[in-house]
């Protein structure tokens, strides 16, 4: 029998290594050049990344999130999930460790589905770190709902021709190439009737025409959502990745490690907000003692240490069916549970430690709003968190079957009595209750 809580010492060492690699040399990053992770790095910016990357290689961290057996370096989810915690707390961190979001969901699907030469042109510069990639799903009229999309790729001689419009296809602006999901056969059904092709960014009729920002950014137009119009872009016939009318196997298979892997940097921003809550618990006096002392206070470190240990034994766990199963399909159950509860986790801890901060939380002298942003985008990208709960609600009732008598429950007390008097009727006779 194993069951085990504990990480082999070997990879816990590697794991402090990281630790304060990230507090020391990367977080300080986050606050002299916010905003650039996907900024193709000035000659100065790289000087500094540069040098960090090689370290994180020296210890063999760099760009885990692939195993041996999809060309990466990767050790499986578990313990990608333990070092994605400590990630979690700093915007830089998983692009100085090479495993950031959308390009590993998308060097997965590459790893997964991709050709020889597809994987040479496209996955080896992503894994090296030398490119971006985006992932070009959703559709302005139909995010959560892709069996509604309408962009389109048909046949032309060689070449496909693709025209639509997408939005929401994050760091377009500076990606090399795009994943794009279109209707190949409007016939049968969507779920066979979708292609993903790769799309290099720079092909005539990639036309972006808003770079749409978050509600935290002051300009408008200048973010890194792309809104996106594909008119008439012309691809060879070995763009497609996966094989015609595979988007909807190869989507699950992109987005349920996304998913995982944003519930995995969720632990680390989440643990700290707990960890500003307890420290301004113990510094903030008011009424005569320290918040610390304050019950209802005390009420809110509980809860959010609860949350939070719960949701990461959760995602740990769910880590490890993954690694067992190598299947994500069979643990979509799982994630989708994760997707569903984690906007929830970080919105309440965050929330919690911004209002213990008083007038200082509500600033942008401390990190909660971007906090309680994230929060809500956890709540939206990836399926909105009410998709998920239905396919967890669908994917549960499948291991059920209704009463066996449709008017009164299994656990039905009478009738569970009277074959209890039944089965022990020899003792009941004894001791005369019968
Ligand atoms: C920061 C960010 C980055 C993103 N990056 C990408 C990307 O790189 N590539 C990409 O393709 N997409 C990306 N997306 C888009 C994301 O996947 C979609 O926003 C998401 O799938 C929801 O689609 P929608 O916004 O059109 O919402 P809608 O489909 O309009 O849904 C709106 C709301 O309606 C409700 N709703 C929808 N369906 C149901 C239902 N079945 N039952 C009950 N209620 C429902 C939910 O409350 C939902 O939030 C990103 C989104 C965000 C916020």
């Given at each position: 029998m194993s069951w085990d809580f504990e990480t082999e010492p070997e990879y816990q060492a590697q794991l402090d290594w990281a630790d304060a690699f990230v507090r020391e040399e990367i977080q300080p990053l986050d606050l002299v050049a916010p905003d650039l992770q996907f900024v193709p790095?000035?000659?100065?910016?790289?000087?500094?990344?540069?040098?960090?990357?090689?370290?994180?290689?020296?210890?063999?961290?760099?760009?885990?999130?692939?195993?041996?057996?999809?060309?990466?370096?990767?050790?499986?989810?578990?313990?990608?999930?333990?070092?994605?915690?400590?990630?979690?707390?700093?915007?830089?961190?998983?692009?100085?460790?090479?495993?950031?979001?959308?390009?590993?969901?998308?060097?997965?699907?590459l790893a997964h589905y991709g050709t020889p030469e597809q994987k040479d042109r496209y996955l080896q510069p992503l894994l090296n770190g030398e490119i971006f990639s985006t992932y070009s799903m959703t559709e302005?009229?139909?995010?959560?709902?892709?069996?509604?999309?309408?962009?389109?790729?048909?046949?032309?001689?060689?070449?496909?021709?693709?025209?639509?419009?997408?939005?929401?296809?994050?760091n377009a602006r500076t990606a090399a190439f795009l994943i794009v999901m279109a209707v190949t056969d409007p016939d049968v059904s969507p779920y066979k009737g979708m292609s993903m092709f790769l799309?290099?960014?720079?092909?005539?009729?990639?036309?972006?025409?808003?770079?749409?920002?978050?509600?935290?950014?002051?300009?408008?137009?200048?973010?890194?959502?792309?809104?996106?119009h594909y008119e008439d872009v012309r691809v060879p016939a070995d763009a497609v990745l996966g094989g015609e009318g595979q988007a909807f196997a190869i989507?699950?298979?992109?987005?349920?490690?996304?998913?995982?892997?944003?519930?995995?940097?969720?632990i680390g921003l989440a643990k700290k907000a707990l960890d500003m809550?307890?420290?301004?618990?113990?510094?903030?006096?008011?009424?005569?003692?320290?918040?610390?002392?304050?019950?209802?206070?005390?009420?809110?470190?509980?809860?959010?240490?609860?949350?939070l240990t719960q949701f990461r034994l959760f995602v740990l766990y769910t880590a490890w069916k993954i690694d067992k199963y190598n299947d994500y399909l069979k643990v979509r159950k799982d994630i989708s549970s994760?997707?569903?509860?984690?906007?929830?986790?970080?919105?309440?801890?965050?929330?919690?430690?911004?209002?213990?901060?008083?007038?200082?939380?509500?600033?942008?002298?401390?990190?909660?709003?971007?906090?309680?942003?994230?929060?809500?985008?956890?709540?939206?990208?990836?399926?909105?968190?009410?998709?998920?709960?239905v396919t967890v609600a669908r994917q549960l009732l499948r291991d059920y079957r209704p009463s066996k008598d449709p008017l009164w429950?299994?656990?039905?007390?009478?009738?569970?009595?009277?074959?209890?008097?039944?089965?022990?009727?020899?003792?009941?006779?004894?001791?005369?209750?019968?």
């Open positions: 790095p000035s000659k100065a910016l790289a000087q500094v990344l540069d040098p960090l990357k090689e370290q994180v290689k020296a210890h063999g961290l760099w760009a885990t999130h692939l195993g041996p057996e999809l060309g990466g370096k990767g050790h499986g989810q578990l313990k990608l999930a333990l070092l994605n915690e400590i990630l979690g707390r700093s915007p830089w961190a998983p692009h100085v460790f090479g495993c950031h979001a959308p390009d590993t969901g998308n060097a997965e699907i302005p009229h139909a995010g959560a709902d892709p069996k509604e999309f309408t962009t389109r790729a048909v046949k032309d001689g060689a070449e496909w021709v693709i025209n639509g419009w997408k939005y929401f296809s994050s799309v290099p960014s720079d092909a005539p009729g990639v036309n972006i025409v808003r770079n749409v920002g978050l509600a935290n950014e002051q300009k408008l137009g200048d973010g890194f959502h792309a809104t996106i989507a699950q298979t992109r987005l349920g490690g996304g998913r995982i892997h944003h519930a995995m940097r969720t809550m307890c420290e301004r618990a113990l510094s903030r006096s008011t009424q005569g003692t320290l918040l610390a002392e304050k019950e209802f206070v005390q009420g809110y470190i509980a809860d959010s240490y609860a949350q994760i997707k569903a509860t984690m906007p929830t986790v970080l919105h309440d801890i965050a929330q919690r430690a911004m209002q213990l901060h008083g007038a200082l939380g509500t600033t942008n002298e401390v990190p909660f709003h971007q906090m309680m942003l994230a929060a809500q985008i956890m709540a939206i990208a990836d399926g909105p968190t009410e998709v998920h709960k429950p299994d656990q039905f007390i009478p009738t569970l009595l009277e074959a209890a008097q039944e089965k022990y009727a020899h003792y009941l006779e004894q001791v005369g209750t019968l």
